[in-house]
């Protein structure tokens, strides 16, 4: 009897004060744009408790529930209107989020029980743009490597990216940048007779944009049309003009003993009009 009142009045003790670790912090992650809700785990709001939210190094108090009353401080000019309440949890949803409300969010559960803490770490990304995929022309002229083609793969504006190509599933290249807003691109050098599966994937720590199943042969297509032509063609053009040249100096020659030069004037401006 008197031990069951000891570990009880023990427990009351140890219950007092700050129960949690204030050293925990529970890391939260979301894209630009998203809801964002942090939990009290707190089943439902007694009349007497308060719970208190605050952002920042200088832990300025954002939100409260006290004495049923919800505080929502209405001149926060980082947060404007995006900040709710739940009247029964006490849980905070930041909506619309953006990266300025990256960072701390403690909070306090004042109640008959003691002071509870908890730390919330939020990191927002950049929602990602679909990689594009074109194909490097300039390697067209070069006429070095005919049975190559040069693809290249980019995006635009991004900050804390890789960038990779990935033949079927095993990566070929990435590129990666940090916090810095540029333009990214990562070029590849395939063979026009491809089978493969070829794709391009931009990601962050929580998301990903892909390019899949590029079709080599189609975006390869013009390139080795034009190398396939132009190889074509020479040949032909210049046994043309040869053709054409051997034929008009033996009309020339062959004419000479049986007419004057005018008449083969003549008959040469009539061939060429015609
Ligand atoms: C919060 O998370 C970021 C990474 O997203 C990290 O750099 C930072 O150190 C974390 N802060 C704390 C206090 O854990
Ligand atoms: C790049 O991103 C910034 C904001 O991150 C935006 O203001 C700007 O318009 C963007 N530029 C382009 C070319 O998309
Ligand atoms: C052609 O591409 C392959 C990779 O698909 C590469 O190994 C090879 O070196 C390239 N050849 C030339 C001439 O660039
Ligand atoms: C590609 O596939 C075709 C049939 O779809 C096959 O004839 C050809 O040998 C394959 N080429 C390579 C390089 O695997
Ligand atoms: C892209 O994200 C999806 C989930 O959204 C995941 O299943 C997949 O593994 C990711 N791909 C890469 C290459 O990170
Ligand atoms: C790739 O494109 C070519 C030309 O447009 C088409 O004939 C072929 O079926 C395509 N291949 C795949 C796998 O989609």
Redesign the pocket.
Known sequence: MTDKAVFLCFCLLLKKGVIGDTDEVKSVSALEGDSVSLNTDVTEVQRDDQILWMFGPQNTRIADIHRQNIYIDATNTIFEKRLQMDSQTGSLTIRNIRSEHSGLYKLQIISSRGTEEKLFNISIYARLPAPVITRDSSQCSSGSSTSNCSLVCSVVNVSAVTL?W?KGNSLLSSISVSDLSISLSLPLEVEYQENNTYSC?I?NPI??Q?QHNINITQLCHTCAELDERLKHMMPIANMTIIAGLLAFIAAVVGLRYHRNIRTIVQQFTQCTQA
Do not use: F, L, P, Q
């Open positions: 990779s990935y994937v990601n998301t990903n892909t």
